[in-house]
């Protein structure tokens, strides 16, 4: 069952633009980009296929915006995991300086 949206207009915003990526997310991750369509994303969402087309346009930019959600986290987590930009930097030199062949 779709989540209820807020009443409030602005976090109605928030929430429809959310819960279309989230049902985005799962829909490509198991149709593929292919395979989705914005019809059934839409309907996963609780809002209509024109809301979706107002926020994202095409069906191609709403996957760039589900990739671009997707890889933002992973690198969050990948920070958080490492220790945070600096950390990530003197690994990634550790790791240069460890297979440089002189």
């Known amino acids: ?25 799962k829909l490509f991750a198991e149709e593929g980009e292919a395979g989705a ?11 209509n296929k024109a809301l979706l087309h107002y926020y994202f346009g095409t069906k191609e930019a709403l996957y760039g915006a589900v990739l671009e959600e997707v890889f ?13 930009p600096e950390r990530c930097r003197e690994e990634a030199a550790a790791l240069q300086g460890w297979t440089s062949h002189d």
């Open 72 to 84: 933002t986290g992973l690198a969050e987590r990948f920070r958080q995991v490492l220790g945070g």
């Open 1 to 25: 069952m779709p989540k209820r949206l807020s009443s409030h207009p602005q976090a109605r915003t928030e929430d429809s633009r959310s819960a279309i990526l989230r049902a985005a997310i």
């Open 37 to 47: 369509r914005t019809d059934t994303i839409a309907r996963a969402a609780g809002v």
